[in-house]
């Protein structure tokens, strides 16, 4: 029940980016990603439901072909197999919320 930062082994993606998986269960998970300037989410879809909310930085967030710039405090609501990507403008750090788990990040 209890995912303690300091114990958790982040996953490196590439040179420009990392991810932690956080609290989770078969419903729900959280993870906690870092981008260098200029890190790309690559354009993808997923069944899961998502909600990604920036903690730090700025990001050119592309939606279904809505692109737009976010930055600390703004949050993006992505439904079930909706095509989306990121390009990391300024260092910078997400929280990504997903129902249900994401099994391949484990």
Not at 1 to 11: A, E, L, S, W
Not at 42 to 50: A, D, L, V, Y
Request: proline share 4%; with cysteine; net charge negative.
């Amino acid at each position: 029940m209890f995912f303690v930062d300091k114990d958790i082994v982040p996953t490196h993606l590439d040179e420009k980016s990392e991810r932690k998986v956080l609290a989770h269960d078969e419903d729900l998970m959280a993870c906690h990603l870092y981008f260098k300037t200029g890190g790309i989410g690559k354009r993808h879809t997923h069944p899961h439901t998502q909600i990604c909310y920036i903690i730090k930085g700025k990001f050119e967030f592309d939606l279904n072909g809505d692109t737009r710039v976010i930055t600390a405090g703004d949050s993006v609501y992505i439904p079930s197999d909706t095509e989306h990507g990121l390009v990391c403008l300024e260092e910078g750090e997400l929280l990504d919320i997903f129902t249900p788990e994401r099994k391949d990040f484990l």
